[in-house]
């Protein structure tokens, strides 16, 4: 309830009971929703998605756009250089 600020620690301690904490908790849940939809919204994609992605570009590059992209189970397995499998 003090958002981070410990000069305001015994107040919350002492001045609020649990069930009066009940709406900043319901609240506090909505600004961490939100604040992870911002953050997800910003995120660079992940290793996995850029990956797929380069995987369907070189596999229409080396079928002349006559691929199904429907049909191809894209299962494939990302492996960084010099690493062993």
Known sequence: MSQGDITKRDAVIWGFSPDESVHFIEDNIKNNLLRDAIL??????????????????????LKKDKVDCSKCSKTFEVIEVGKKR
């Open 40 to 61: 997800s919204f910003f995120s660079p994609p992940s290793e996995k998605e850029v990956a797929s992605n380069d995987y369907c570009k070189a596999c229409k590059q």
